[in-house]
């Protein structure tokens, strides 16, 4: 059974940085495109970033371009988003999805994990 467990959110000053981890296990993770979303209260659910099964391809939206990055460990089964210059905005709850394809829609049926809270104060 595929699981996802991210970790390391928290809450950190405006323009500070944070590394987020995705755990996965259950699955064959270099197979599987792997991307971070994030839903702040009260707002749909926003696709972050995306990286392919070998790394080699990444993309990242317009709202986080150069100040977060994405990138993974296959030998670790990890996936990782380096975030830096944070933001208020960039307050939200933070989850890595698996899908086959590069897509940034966000299925509901997709699979997730719990998730990890970025609180970002100004």
């Known amino acids: 059974q595929a699981q996802l467990v991210e970790s390391g959110g928290g809450l950190v000053q405006s323009g500070g940085s944070l590394r987020l981890s995705c755990a996965a296990s259950?699955?064959?993770?270099?197979?599987?495109?792997m991307n971070w979303v994030r839903q702040a209260p009260g707002k749909d659910i926003e696709w972050i970033s995306a990286?392919?099964?070998?790394?080699?391809?990444?993309r990242i939206a317009d709202s986080v371009k150069g100040r977060f990055t994405i990138s993974r460990d296959n030998a670790k089964r990890t996936l990782y988003l380096e975030m830096n210059n944070l933001k208020p905005e960039d307050t939200a709850a933070y989850y890595c999805?698996?899908?086959?394809?590069?897509?940034?829609?966000?299925?509901?049926?997709?699979?997730r994990g719990p998730g990890t809270q970025v609180t970002v104060s100004s």
């Open positions: 999805t698996r899908t086959v394809y590069y897509t940034q829609l966000v299925p509901s049926d997709v699979t």
């Open positions: 990286i392919s099964g070998n790394g080699e391809d990444t």
């Open positions: 259950g699955f064959d993770f270099s197979k599987w495109w």
